[in-house]
């Protein structure tokens, strides 16, 4: 084990004086991406003061919706590495990125209305919360530097599927592979032919202190509370030529509190599950009402952002007599098509709706209220009142009345905040609605897109608007009843 330590030490010292190309490591807080980190300092530190000539950039992806005790470990892990690394004279920084807040996971859900992921495949929060603020990083140092290296703590023995990722993007015979999405960036992967137990043999040697002063053995108790601390990561040595042996536990994988793709969030109930943790169980249960908000169709639009409408049409030949009767009863029509088969029309859940939006603020807050802890920024929540602007509230004081009714307290802005109409004129526009039955989302774009476009002498940006508006296929279902669109979520 030692002498293959040695080599890569050997290697990534190699690699670093080879050329004034900065490096950038990404670091997840796991074991993986700190065994990378380490072996860096380490080679660093071997190094005489006047080799170390270029940067190490050390970036962490911070989502907003990590898990707690998962981020706070990585926050002040990242803060020691940073105060040694100036101690040690090291050209080491650490940069913790994440998401703008216009593009947050709770202003797409809370703001935009967009449905939590349910698939892998269909996940539209990995590559806005994750992969682009760890790429707009990149991409800066490219652009005052011309190349960069980045280091990444990806191995062929976390998974088949993670092997064959790695073996597709090697190219035989060369350290460094060409990044699959970043021009002029380049990809070191120092561990990868690692196995589980060599890195926790590495995590856990000398004591479990790491070079820059902390203790990896907190590292190994959050991955066996993850675990929920039924099976604690032992390493055994076998008498067959003393090798290690290791049980399957001590691998969980940390992600967000918040995430629906996977049925069961197995570390954060692993964590509820040893005691030490309850304080979680909050997010466990907001994780849970999401989850069936989710299916609720009575918080989902009838439509997309843009206004298109689907359905997916279901032959009832091809549906059990129990999933028939559920149609009939959530009042499905049963239609006839022109050769005289038997069909549902069943609508397709868009977006969440107004009322949905509003639901989960509340919800989030309440949670939040109960944690003592931050689950949502002001700045994510004054993104979610511009959309909400822009798209329902005429009021411009819907979020504001919201926040202080589960908070008691009074965002910075509330007293700025101005509605379009007087309170007597909105009421009377309320009992218009309801007089003629006229939909009130509608009446209320055309209220905001007038009120937008008062100032503007040039009325072409108005009517354009408003032609964008009253062309939307949600007006004018009767057009598309002959026609079939697909359930996109």
């Known amino acids: 084990m030692k002498e293959q330590i040695d080599i890569t030490l050997k290697e990534m010292e190699m690699v670093y004086l080879n050329d004034d190309r900065p490096w950038i490591i990404g670091y997840s807080g796991g074991k993986d991406s700190t065994v990378v980190v380490q072996l860096v300092y380490k080679m660093l530190k071997n190094l005489r003061k006047e080799k170390r000539n270029k940067k190490v950039y050390i970036v962490s992806s911070d989502t907003l919706i990590e898990n707690p005790v998962i981020i706070d470990h990585l926050i002040e892990t990242c803060k020691l590495i940073e105060k040694s690394a100036i101690k040690d004279e090291l050209p080491l920084e650490v940069h913790i990125v994440h998401p703008e807040y216009e593009d947050s996971f709770w202003t797409n859900v809370i703001g935009k209305g967009y449905p939590t992921p349910k698939s892998a495949t269909f996940r539209w929060c990995t590559s806005r919360l994750k992969i682009d603020p760890s790429n707009s990083f990149i991409e800066e140092k490219i652009e005052e530097n ?26 035989s015979g060369y350290i460094l592979n060409p990044h699959h999405s970043l021009r002029n960036a380049y990809v070191y992967s120092p561990i990868s032919e690692l196995r589980t137990d060599e890195v926790w ?73 040893t005691g030490n943790y309850d304080w979680l169980i909050p997010l466990v249960e907001f994780r849970e009402w999401i989850l069936d908000v989710r299916e609720n169709r009575e918080y989902r639009a009838k439509k997309q952002r843009t206004g298109r409408i689907y359905r997916l049409k279901k032959d009832l030949d091809n549906l059990t007599q129990e999933e028939k009767e559920e149609f009939i009863e ?17 609508r397709g859940l868009g977006p969440f709706n107004y009322e949905g939006r509003k639901l989960i603020l509340r919800k989030l807050l309440q949670t939040q209220k109960e944690m003592g802890m931050q689950l949502i920024r002001e700045e994510e929540l004054k993104e979610i009142e511009n959309i909400w602007a822009r798209e329902f509230d005429i009021r411009k004081t819907e979020l504001i009345k919201i926040y202080y009714e589960e908070t008691g307290k009074e965002l910075p802005w509330a007293k700025y905040n101005q509605p379009i109409f007087s309170e007597e004129i909105i009421e009377n526009i309320d009992k218009t609605i309801k007089e003629y039955n006229i939909d009130k989302e509608l009446y209320s774009r055309l209220l905001i897109i007038a009120d ?3 100032l503007y002498n040039n009325k072409s940006k108005f009517r354009k608007d408003l032609n964008r508006l009253l062309n939307q296929q949600w007006l004018h279902k009767e057009i598309y009843d002959d026609e079939e669109y697909l359930d996109e979520n």
């Not at 990444?152 to 599927?161: F, P, Q, T, W």
């Not at 856990?204 to 202190?209: A, D, F, I, K, S």
């Open 201 to 273: 043999t590495l995590l856990l040697e000398n004591n479990g202190v790491n070079p820059w002063g902390g203790s990896n053995e907190l590292l190994f108790e959050l991955y066996k509370d993850g675990d929920g601390g039924e099976c604690p990561f032992i390493m055994i040595k076998t008498d067959d030529k003393n090798k290690i042996k290791t049980p399957s536990c001590g691998t969980t994988r940390f992600g967000c509190w918040i995430c629906t793709v996977v049925n069961d969030d197995k570390s954060l109930l692993g964590f509820v599950e």
């Open 452 to 454: 937008d476009n008062k």
């Open 330 to 346: 959530e009042g499905y029509d049963i239609q006839i098509d022109d050769s005289g088969e038997e069909y549902f029309w069943v």
């Open 146 to 171: 011309g190349e960069v290296v980045v280091l990444l703590g990806v191995r062929k023995d976390e998974s088949e599927a993670r092997r064959g990722s790695i073996e597709q993007r090697e190219i």
